[in-house]
């Protein structure tokens, strides 16, 4: 809702406002601030909230769906050839599916905490043809909902073996 609401904030400063000041021959710093008005929320909201996870799908091997007890050691144990994908939204709300092998992906600390694990993009990028989104590289996974999704627990685990894996690397 956030994304939405702040596209239309830079629709009606930019398209709207701001070229009727233009019209009116206010002075230029006014209209200037104005059509700033408009661009600094978008360009704000995008580059924040464009790591947020929405969900995350993680291809369980049968051996581990029979028991809970066998899910609780295949978390614990994932091995990297694991597949996943990570959804995140858009700009304008639509969902963007990254697909990866779990050892893709190692933890990090960046934009000023909002990104806590990243993976490599530039294979990704090569295969895609310029048109094409790139792919997305950095993830903010929030902690703290595993308990409102079913097997929510088993996340948490999993970003304990990506830690202990990427802190076992030389």
């Keep these: 809702m956030l994304k939405l609401s702040t596209i239309f904030v830079f629709i009606f400063f ?3 406002v701001a070229p009727s000041y233009i019209m009116a021959a206010a ?4 209209s200037a601030a104005i059509l700033l008005c408009g ?4 360009v704000y909201v995008t580059y924040s909230a464009s790591p947020f996870v929405t969900a995350i799908q993680l291809h369980i091997p049968p051996f581990a769906r029979t ?9 614990a144990n994932a091995p990297p ?3 996943l994908e990570i959804i995140t939204q858009s700009m304008i709300g639509k969902p963007r599916v990254s697909s990866m092998k779990l ?6 600390n960046k934009r ?8 490599d993009t530039t294979i990704a990028n090569k295969e895609r043809k310029w048109y094409h989104f790139r792919a997305i590289g950095n993830f903010n996974v929030q902690k703290g909902n595993e308990g409102k999704i079913k097997h929510g627990w088993v996340w948490p685990e999993i ?12």
């Design 159 to 170: 970003a304990k073996t990506i830690t202990k894996r990427h802190d076992a690397k030389p």
């Design 103 to 108: 050892g893709d992906l190692k933890p990090a």
């Design 39 to 42: 661009i600094a929320p978008l």
């Design 112 to 119: 000023f905490g909002m990104v806590n694990f990243e993976r």
């Design 81 to 83: 050839t694991t597949q």
């Design 27 to 30: 002075p230029l710093h006014t």
């Design 67 to 75: 028991s809970t007890e066998m899910l609780r050691r295949f978390a």
């Design 14 to 16: 930019t398209f709207l």
